[in-house]
């Protein structure tokens, strides 16, 4: 990301302007030697634009496309960085189980407990009624006793 192989960082790229450079030296050179005008001023001329050409295209498309890595890289950037704290939610999933270990081996042994004894487990329940049950009780049968002519 940092744009170390640009230009004067590429290791390959010197050595690829040298061989190309080599085959634009020979077909220029070609040319001007079937014309006769080898070493010529048109052809020195012609030979250099034809190698500063050669070499501003490689070096362009080399530095576009080490730009271009870079952008991707850059974009990477985010996804890599959550992939690398991605393991930290597996490590809190396992602390949690962890914490929760002790109330849960508790409750288990309870429950295996209770239904050991369950056999001895007896409830009675005894209801005494209220004060103001027994008197609405008492009302009730006077009421009653009375309707039916009982107090004359």
Do not use: H
Not at 20 to 43: C, D, I, K, L, P
Not at 115 to 121: D, P, R, T
Not at 142 to 149: L, T
């Amino acid at each position: 990301m940092g744009g170390k192989y640009l230009d004067a960082g590429n290791p390959w790229l010197q050595s690829q302007i040298n061989q190309t450079n080599a085959g634009v030296t020979a077909r220029v050179q070609q040319q001007f030697s079937q014309a006769g005008r080898t070493g010529s001023g048109a052809n020195q001329t012609a030979l250099g634009r034809a190698l500063a050409g050669n070499e501003s295209a490689l070096r362009f498309a080399a530095y576009g496309d080490e730009r271009n890595r870079m952008g991707q890289a850059a974009a990477l950037a985010p996804s890599l960085e959550a992939g690398r704290n991605n393991a930290l939610g597996a490590y809190l999933q396992a602390a949690e189980a962890a914490v929760g270990l002790p109330m849960s081996a508790a409750q288990r042994y309870a429950g295996g407990i209770g239904s050991l004894m369950g056999g001895y487990n007896t409830t009675t329940s005894t209801q005494t009624p209220s004060l103001g049950m027994l008197l609405a009780q008492a009302a009730g049968n006077a009421a009653s006793a009375w309707g039916a002519g009982g107090f004359r």
